[in-house]
């Protein structure tokens, strides 16, 4: 049994924290709000985030950061993205031993729009941290809880601690494979959220299936776009924390990005939105993110602008799908590089 600190008292902390302890670890479920650390103690549950859940007796509650770190073995952040380096600054006065940090935050800070596991190197200096971890994958927390089956990547540039972390999840109900392309799974991750917002703004409109599909399909070029041009390997985006974890974020009722996209489509106001939604909404930020480092980085991302003109510019959903539409035509996929065309048929080949 090792003691694992969980930072982050969300409905995805309180099911990694579920997982975790299914597996037998001791688990130290960090809230910056004592009243949930404590009703997560005393009650074993956590009635806002998983409403009807029982948590495990091996899962304790605290609003003490120090506490929760204390001879820990791991570190697994979940945390909302634009409160993640100040935790990390919180915990650089907690450590007293280099731990392995785990995150599965499917965001990108916004102002530096930089990718979750690049905010940990930044702030958690190389003696106090043994690697840095992503996981990711086609995960609703309320499924994870009930221990439905799942299936999900972890990604490091260090294969042994994603090995590691792989070890603390794995079990018959949540099935967790390695990976080494970190920027792949990161930006994956954290811009299906905002193919979501449109797919819920679909539903809203009262559009079906077959533009659903549209958007799931070219919403997945646009991210491999920019995904690949940043470093990523292009097959990342078919795998589990591209294509797996889009699918589900864009069809699941679970998918609070699509249930704001939702509202969106039926014609509610963002700010209206947000407070309906009691909860952190990454898809909004993280447009706003892609939106900047597609101009940076020179990538076409037609749905990424139109969504980030709904959020931003006040653009009303159906006008966005009928800018959409009207573009000048295109081939569908444009040529490959003889080198990365190469390099795909050898992967598949492996």
């Not at 785990?102 to 702030?123: A, D, L, W, Y």
């Not at 609070?256 to 209206?272: C, S």
Request: charged share 25%.
């Amino acid at each position: 049994m090792k003691k694992i600190a969980v930072l982050g008292a969300g409905s995805w902390g309180t099911a990694l924290s579920m997982v975790l302890a299914d597996n037998g670890h001791q688990v130290a479920l960090w809230s910056h709000r004592k009243m949930q650390a404590d009703e997560i103690s005393e009650k074993h549950t956590n009635e806002k985030y998983l409403p009807g859940v029982t948590l495990s007796e091996h899962i304790v509650g605290t609003d003490n950061l120090q506490a929760a770190l204390d001879r820990a073995a791991a570190v697994v952040l979940v945390v909302p993205a634009k409160a993640m380096r100040d935790v990390l600054k919180q915990i650089n006065h907690c450590l007293k031993q280099p731990l392995l940090f785990i995150h599965g935050v499917k965001g990108i800070e916004p102002g530096s729009f930089k990718r979750m596991s690049e905010v940990i190197e930044e702030e958690i200096p190389e003696e106090l941290r043994t690697a840095v971890v992503v996981l990711s994958g086609p995960s609703h927390a309320e499924e994870v809880s009930l221990c439905h089956p799942t299936t999900v990547a972890v990604a490091s540039t260090d294969l042994v601690a994603a090995k590691k972390a792989q070890d603390l999840f794995f079990n018959h109900y949540f099935r967790v494979y390695t990976n080494e392309d970190i920027v792949g799974v990161e930006i994956g991750g954290a811009l299906k959220n905002i193919i979501a917002l449109g797919a819920g703004m679909l539903d809203g409109l009262g559009f079906g299936d077959n533009a659903k599909a549209a958007l799931i399909t070219r919403g997945l070029a646009e991210i491999s776009r920019l995904g690949t041009k940043m470093g990523a390997h292009p097959l990342t985006f078919i795998g589990l924390t591209g294509m797996g974890d889009l699918i589900v974020t864009c069809t699941s009722v679970h998918s609070r990005n699509w249930r704001a996209g939702n509202m969106l489509g039926k014609g509610e106001k963002l700010d209206a939105v947000l407070n309906q939604m009691g909860m952190v909404v990454e898809g909004v930020r993280t447009a706003e993110a892609a939106y900047a480092l597609a101009k940076k980085l020179n990538v076409e991302m037609p749905i990424t602008s139109e969504i980030y003109q709904v959020l931003f510019d006040g653009k009303h959903p159906k006008e966005a799908v009928e800018e959409l539409m009207c573009r000048d035509k295109k081939d569908e996929i444009a040529p490959l590089t003889h080198s990365l065309e190469e390099k795909i048929v050898r992967e598949h080949e492996a």
